[in-house]
């Protein structure tokens, strides 16, 4: 008796799992993304990384332009804090 009260147990959660499983591919299914809107994921996650690498390069060769002679310093240390915030920026906005 006790050998057949669990196998119904175990039936009954394998349905319920199944149910589970078979509404996820249903929401999944009706949630999909478009092609538009992968198109502008991928460019809001490529403006995100781009954007402060090019504002950095701007803003340290506008800096590099207050010393005199050939200098890329502050070009040089803006493309690297360009690129760290758009990195992270990139990141955080994937793992969202």
Do not use: C, H
Request: glycine share 12%; charged share 25%; no cysteine.
């Amino acid at each position: 008796m006790d050998n057949d009260n669990g196998r119904r147990t175990e039936r009954r959660k394998l349905a319920e799992r199944v149910e589970w499983q078979a509404g996820r591919l249903d929401r999944a299914a009706k949630e999909r993304r478009t092609l538009l809107a992968q198109t502008r994921y991928l460019g809001t996650i490529g403006v995100l990384l781009v954007l402060p690498v090019v504002a950095g390069a701007y803003l340290g060769r506008w800096l590099d332009g207050f010393e005199p002679g050939y200098s890329v310093r502050w070009t040089a240390g803006m493309i690297f804090l360009g690129a760290l915030t758009g990195g992270v920026s990139t990141w955080l906005f994937i793992r969202e």
